[in-house]
């Protein structure tokens, strides 16, 4: 997104004129979806992503609440942009996200030098923002969320001039897209694409429903429209992202659109090599889903399926609507699928939740085998039913409950790749890797020796395999990475981690 390309005085001062934008983004994959979208809207005023933050003319703090963390680390950065806008009272300081949609009076109060805050559904007012900010100081706040279930989503900057594609029918849908700009990323292989925004299913210990409101789908046409562009730009695997993905389509103007469905019509997208999807729900699991991942190819055999708890009174007070025998039984016809990987969500310590409780969710994850996931210790979040509860599990107990669960799920984790080495893997190659190479991967290098040249570590590169596993393996002699990248290729793993694989090629 920096441009390095020497510029003329002319060029710069037009540039710096329009002047530079730095995003600042935490939490989940949607938030740096959302950030994507800021910048499109920014560019579309001519800015250009600034690299330091005290370069920039306009700052926009991209904010999550899923956790106390994230939110301290963006009032911390709101403390130290205070003496930036002192120096530079010129720049245009933004709060978005989460945060912003959940705590917009307290940020006002503690960062007054704060220009505007936008809420999760009103990213497209932006670039107005901006422009009001420039012209006349005034704190102005953008919170609203869709009034009702059922919603569209229909305000999505492109990311490329779709409206040059002849072959796509736009009539049949309801379209109030900005205008369109051309693509800022360089090609890349693989690429996020948000199908549906906010969530229906008010677990108890999540803000989501409150910050990102009711569930909205983007209409299909939209959806495919963008991966159509994305493949003529040489992306191969596409991630489709949602808060509960799998229930997508929902309430469009074309009438109900099942998940599956969607899947298919991306499979018959030409380049598109590898569709995965993120985050699926487990109760919407439905046959025609588990049909699609077994018959077609395209669609990987990896699902991230969240169990949060491996107790059923504990998941009813998450208000998680299904029973560890429902999820149980998901979890194992998926597992028939030949090669699927299945990685999880738990969070130890919910309110109330006893050390019996607490073991049952080990004797789940002993059971079940999960190939990785995501653990966390509850965090208490104000505004969620489970943050108003007064059993809250003491903050020692849930350290040493995730500590225990880690080390069993790690266990596994490691267990199950190191029973899959001598397996060949086919892997999409995405590029040079950051990783050290093993010792017998680095000619010359002393037995003992850590540090390992830049050259040495460019020999190895990196992709993902089917069933979302890491591989790192080294270069063959000669081949350049424009021609191996975006390829899929076989690898072999010879030694395993908790992240994946070395390999050989
Ligand atoms: S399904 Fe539950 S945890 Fe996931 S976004 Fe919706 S409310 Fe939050």
């Known amino acids: 997104m920096i441009t390095e390309q020497p510029r003329t005085r002319k060029q710069a001062s037009s540039q710096e004129q329009r002047g530079a934008y730095k995003i600042v983004t935490w939490g989940c994959q949607m938030n740096v979806e959302d950030t994507d979208q800021m910048a ?21 703090l991209n904010t999550c609440s899923v956790r106390r963390k994230p939110e301290d680390k ?28 959940l705590r917009a009076d307290e940020i006002r109060r503690r960062a007054p030098h704060v220009d505007f805050i936008v809420g999760t559904a009103q990213i497209s007012q932006i670039p107005g923002l901006v422009r009001e900010t420039r012209q006349r100081r005034r704190f102005q706040k953008r919170l609203e969320l869709p009034p009702r279930k059922g919603a569209t989503v229909t305000d999505l900057p492109s990311r490329f001039d779709l409206g040059a594609r002849p072959d796509v029918n736009r009539q049949s849908q309801t379209v109030n ?32 429903p409150t910050t ?48 599956a469905r969607l899947l298919w019509k991306i499979a018959e997208i030409e380049g598109i090599e590898r569709i995965r999807y993120i985050s699926p729900y487990p109760r919407d699991y439905r046959d025609d889903l588990i049909a699609a991942h077994r018959d077609c190819p395209k669609i990987m055999p990896h699902v991230h399926l969240p169990l949060q708890s491996g107790n059923d009174t504990v998941l009813k007070e998450m208000r998680r609507v299904y029973t560890v025998e429902s999820f149980k039984e998901i979890y194992w016809r998926l597992r028939e699928i030949p090669g699927m990987a299945i990685t999880t969500d738990i969070i130890v310590g919910f309110p109330g939740e006893t050390e019996e409780q607490f073991q049952d969710t080990l004797s789940v994850v002993s059971d079940l085998r999960f190939d990785g996931a995501f ?21 020692d107990d849930k350290k040493r409950r995730l500590s225990e669960l880690i080390a069993l799920q790690n266990g596994i984790t490691c267990e199950i790749n190191e029973s899959q080495v001598g ?47 890491t591989m790192h393996f080294p270069r063959s002699g000669g081949v350049s990475a424009k021609l191996a990248i975006g390829n899929r290729i076989e690898a072999r793993a010879e030694e395993a981690h908790l992240w994946g694989f070395y390999g050989k090629h």
């Open 40 to 60: 499109l809207y920014l560019a579309e005023l001519g800015l250009r992503e600034a690299e330091r933050l005290e370069d920039a003319d306009v700052v926009l």
């Open 74 to 101: 963006a009032f911390s950065l709101l403390g130290e942009l205070r003496k930036l806008k002192e120096s530079r009272p010129e720049t245009i300081i933004g709060v978005c996200g989460c945060m912003a949609q």
């Open 177 to 208: 897209r900005s205008s369109p700009v051309a693509s800022r990323q360089s090609p890349k292989i693989k690429a996020f694409v948000s199908i549906q925004y906010g969530c229906d299913k008010f677990c108890a210990f999540c803000i989501v």
């Open 212 to 259: 990102r409101g009711r569930e909205r789908s983007r209409p299909t046409l939209e959806i495919l429209e963008e991966v159509r562009a994305l493949a003529d730009r040489g992306v191969k695997e596409v991630m489709l992202l949602g808060q509960t993905v799998n229930s997508y389509g929902k309430n469009l103007l074309e009438g109900k659109v099942p998940f």
């Open 375 to 395: 653990m966390f210790a509850y965090s208490t979040r104000p505004g969620t039913p489970a943050g108003e509860r007064d059993d809250q599990v003491p903050r």
């Open 423 to 469: 397996r060949v893997f086919e892997v999409l190659v995405e590029g040079p890797s950051e990783k050290q190479p093993p010792s017998q991967y680095v000619r010359g290098r002393g037995e003992g020796e850590r540090h390992t040249t830049t050259e040495q570590r460019k020999t190895l590169w990196k992709g993902l395999t089917r069933h979302g596993k």
